[in-house]
Every structure is written in C-alpha cells, then in structure tokens.
C-alpha cells in the first residue's frame, strides 16, 4: 500500500515530470526508503545530494545537479536527533533557494515540535517559530499529515497540504487483519480517543 497524492494535488501547483527535482534531506534509512520509493512511483529519478556532519558536528549540504528554474521537491523524515533533521531541511531548502529553484514543497510526514503549538507559561510557540524558519529559508509549500492541530497551518505564509493517514489506515486494517471488525484499537491519549473511536 502506497499513499498518493490526489491528482488535483498535482495540476494545482502546476508541475511536470521534467522540470521536477527529488531530494531525500537525510540519510536515515526511513527517509532514503520514502524518497526511493516515492521517485519509483513518480518515475523519476531521484535527485543528487550530499547531506553530512562536519567534524565538529555543524551539518553541510551539497546539491550536486542543477534546481534552476525546477519545482524541487525536498522529503524530510524526522530521526531521533529532531534538530539536526531540522537544519538538513533548512539548510538544503536555502540552498535550493540559492541555486534559483522554482518552487521548493517539503514532504515532511510528521511535522516537528508540532505538540508545541501552544504558549505555556513563559514558553514560547515553537511551531510557529520553526514555521517561520522553513519560509524564510525559502519552502513554498509544504505537504504534511496529521498536525497536531490543524491550525499549526495557519502559522505559514505559504500553502500547507495537511493529509489525513486513518483513510490509509483504515483500508490497511480492512485488508490485512483477519477478523478486524473484532479487533481493540486502543488511544495513546484521552485527546486521540476520539480517532480510534471513529
């Protein structure tokens, strides 16, 4: 089962196979896997980038084709190290940003700090903040699934696809478990009760 953007998804920000540009912004296997498996099934190839660490841990981005005047398409799973996956996106969408990309739409599954969408206390909103970070590097769009809160989208001064994975979800259930109609699905949290529930 693969997940797909709807068609109109496409038309809507106007983008052809040729002109299209497929990066994976880590090297976690989970994110190489996505973007491997998302360019097989645009049928493109996927686009040449070195992401590493410096010896004293500050991160560097190498594109190694040219982006000019190409829609750049950047998939960024979140690892264990939250930050460092934060600066490989910003500092590869400034760098697409620099080389005169088109438009540049991060992938990006599960939004960071996306649970921090509230002020507490002496806080801050740290979803706003890092929202602010990815337009000002230079992100034109972004397509994510299931925000926190919806209106974390509000945050953006770009276009944001927020997606929902239960429909994907649902028909992975009806499919693959025996007898799922009898099975418990269990809520990590008062607040998510209300998704298993329906």
Do not use: W
Not at 107 to 123: A, D, E, H, L, W
Not at 139 to 150: A, E, F, G, N, R
């Amino acid at each position: 089962m693969f997940c797909v953007a709807p068609p109109e998804l496409e038309t809507k920000m106007n983008i052809t196979k040729g002109g299209l540009v497929l990066f994976s912004a880590n090297s976690n296997s989970s994110c190489m896997e996505l973007s491997k498996k998302i360019a097989e099934r645009l049928g493109v190839e996927m686009g040449k980038v070195q992401v590493y660490q410096e010896p004293n841990r500050e991160t560097r981005v190498q594109i190694q084709e040219s982006v000019r005047g190409k829609d750049v398409f950047i998939i960024q799973t979140v690892s264990k190290d939250v930050n460092t996956t934060i600066m490989e996106l910003l500092i590869m969408v400034y760098a697409c940003k620099t080389s005169c990309a088109k438009s540049i739409i991060g992938v990006i599954p599960y939004f960071p700090y996306s649970k921090q969408c509230k002020m507490r206390k002496r806080g801050s909103i740290v979803s706003k903040l890092l929202a602010s970070m990815m337009c000002k590097a230079g992100l034109t769009h972004l397509i994510t699934m299931d925000l926190h809160q919806k209106e974390i989208q509000g945050f953006f001064n770009i276009p944001v696809d927020n997606l929902r994975a239960s429909p994907f979800l649902l028909q992975y259930i009806q499919e693959e478990i025996p007898d799922y109609r009898n099975a418990v699905i269990v809520a990590k949290s008062p607040a998510s009760a209300k998704s298993a529930d329906s």
